[in-house]
């Protein structure tokens, strides 16, 4: 057995009390009924009061209302390690996030989730193209399941399509999203062709050409930047909307539409500083993230990530406007932790409720996913 995985998913090292966004907070926390066991032989005698049955074998912790863990402390631990001094205690996602395992048929994938501000920092330092290795595979990792990989091809001519350097980040987005949809389309399972296709660098310009020829809407887009931001807020976590989400759509409605449209063109340079950053980003969702199960949810993934990368981009830039003399031109990690817990997903189930929610407002039309690239 091997184990498929980016060079850089090594480096991880939890920064625990000195972390700016921890992973106690904006999650549902779910254990089942072998780590309630284990809870209270280490002593963790509140967990019935902390937390809440779901279902039988089933169980959730109590979030306070600022989507905390009630085990973390002011002091940014966890309780449960300060108690017992042993981090044997906790559930298995609390011992392995942010490392995600993907048991594949005959192989494992292994990444960090973008969803840890220690990740975007190592991702931050990564130079792109990121490289992925293939080893042997340690016995000791704890794997559970098969994730079906029906469509690995298609998700891996996706990673390479996000890590050519020669197209902008949205010209790379809008090939990927072109992708998906033809794959959506196909009628059976021999992807051969289409991926021949996008293998192509001729047919990739004389679409990257077509492309240019559209005019964007700016102030268009703006609105539906806008409503995609007013959709996918936490609804669930008052800290993380009133820091990423509140303070900035305020500033969103006290501008005028032609000042920020001007405001939004002049950031494009700025925010292009961060390119290598954003495909490492995009390229560890792909690979973490991508549904391989069918086409069609293959295809919702896709949006999703466009959407995730659309919405760093335009919170980053409502940060900055908010700047004094828009000097702030660093990438705040905690606006990619905070839209990367909004859209990771391992089941289908998540994804779909996520997809959902747009679908409902009509954001997934092409036309606006269109809008939101281009
Ligand atoms: S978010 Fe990452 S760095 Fe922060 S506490 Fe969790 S694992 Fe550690």
């Known amino acids: 057995m091997q184990l ?8 991880f090292k939890c920064v625990a009390d000195k972390c700016s966004y921890s992973c106690c907070r904006d999650w549902s926390i779910f254990f ?3 780590e309630l066991m284990k809870f209270k032989q280490y002593g963790i005698n509140d967990i019935d009061t902390l937390s809440r049955q779901l279902e039988p074998g089933k169980y959730e912790m109590k979030c306070n209302s ?5 085990y973390l402390e002011e002091s940014g631990l966890c309780r449960m390690i300060t108690t017992c001094d042993n981090d044997e205690v906790l559930c298995n996602t609390c011992q392995t996030f942010p490392r995600i395992i993907k048991p594949r048929k005959d192989y494992i994938e292994y990444t960090l989730s973008n969803a840890c501000p220690a990740v975007i920092d190592i991702l931050n330092n990564t130079p792109s193209p990121i490289t992925f290795e293939l080893i042997d595979y340690d016995d000791s990792i704890k794997t559970t399941g098969c994730f079906s990989h029906n469509l690995i091809s298609c998700r891996d001519t996706m990673v390479d399509l996000m890590q050519i350097s020669d197209f902008p980040i949205w010209m790379r987005l809008y090939i990927i999203y072109s992708f998906a949809t033809k794959v959506k389309k196909l009628d059976g399972s021999n992807f051969d062709s289409i991926i021949m296709q996008y293998n192509s660098v001729d047919y990739l310009i004389e679409m990257y050409q077509q492309l240019l020829s559209f005019n964007i809407n700016i102030p268009t887009k703006l609105q539906l930047l806008t409503d995609y931001l007013a959709i996918s807020h936490d609804k669930k976590s008052t800290k993380s ?10 500033n969103v409605l006290k501008y005028d539409i032609d000042y920020l449209s001007e405001k939004f063109l002049q950031y494009e340079e700025v925010f292009s500083k961060h390119s290598s950053l954003m495909e490492n980003i995009a390229v560890n969702d792909l690979f973490r993230n991508i549904n391989c199960e069918n086409q069609n949810d293959m295809y919702y993934s896709a949006i999703l990530l466009i959407i995730m990368m659309s919405l760093i981009k335009f919170t980053s830039f409502l940060k900055w406007l908010d700047s004094d003399n828009n000097n702030c031109d660093t ?37 606006n996913i269109f809008t939101l690239i281009r």
């Open 66 to 70: 600022n989507g905390k863990c009630p």
């Open 331 to 367: 990438l705040d990690y905690n606006i990619i932790v905070y839209f990367a817990r909004r859209f990771e997903h391992i089941s289908f189930t998540n994804l779909k409720k996520q997809a959902i929610e747009f679908e409902k407002n009509k954001l997934l039309d092409p036309g």
């Open 241 to 250: 909307h009133e820091v990423v989400y509140a303070k900035l759509y305020k």
């Open 4 to 11: 498929l995985s980016p060079t850089f998913a090594y480096q």
């Open 32 to 34: 089942n009924e072998t």
